[in-house]
């Protein structure tokens, strides 16, 4: 098989909004011409879906919101318990919440108004304006460190490392990093 020659220059700075983590994280390293590739032997799916992985910049003028531990993979926004903390969301902030049609992950990174710190979490929901946010598996890291840790239920990796964002298949511009897949 033949590969395209994708000899385009490496940018000298990248925004880490739209190309986020340390050069070296296991996002954006490259493997090197000794990698070996092994087949996986992953089955074909009987299913075939895809996962929007939700990234939300957040603004010290936003109102603090309960942010609450999801309550069951069907109904999320039946959560009671707190996370102990508040996160400055607009009100206009919504995500929809799972049902027995549709149980997405609903991953979610919030880049905290320090520009750098990350808060993420899965099984997300927010149905309400201006109401409470209830997800699962909170942790932070930050948009220029390692990008390992994350929100994403069976792995704990990134709730947005490997993501194809806005235009990156429909610009000039080759995708400079790992692709995440669910599994």
């Given at each position: 098989m033949q590969y395209k020659n994708t000899s385009a220059k490496q940018p000298a700075s990248r925004n880490p909004l739209l190309w986020p983590f340390a050069?070296?994280?296991?996002?954006n390293a490259p493997i090197?011409?000794?990698a070996k590739y092994v087949d996986a032997k992953i089955k074909a799916s009987l299913?075939?879906?895809?996962d929007v992985d939700h990234f939300f910049a957040l603004n010290d003028d936003d109102p603090n919101r309960d942010v609450i531990r999801y309550g069951?993979?069907?109904?999320?926004?039946?959560?009671?318990k707190d996370f102990g903390y508040d996160l400055p969301l607009?009100?206009?902030l919504l995500i929809p919440d799972a049902n027995e049609?549709?149980?997405?992950?609903?991953?979610?990174?919030?880049?905290?108004?320090?520009?750098?710190?990350?808060i993420q979490f899965n099984a997300a929901a927010r149905e309400k304006i201006g109401g409470k946010f209830y997800g699962a598996q909170s942790s932070s890291e930050t948009l220029t460190g390692t990008g390992i840790r994350g929100g994403h239920g069976g792995s704990g990796l990134s709730s947005i490392g490997?993501?194809?964002?806005l235009g990156a298949l429909t610009n000039d511009e080759p995708i400079r990093h790992a692709l995440k897949i669910n599994l």
């Open positions: 050069f070296n994280s296991i996002w090197g011409s000794k299913v075939l879906s895809t069951r993979w069907r109904d999320r926004s039946s959560g009671t607009p009100d206009e049609k549709s149980r997405p992950n609903n991953a979610v990174a919030f880049l905290m108004p320090d520009g750098d710190k990350l490997g993501t194809i964002r």
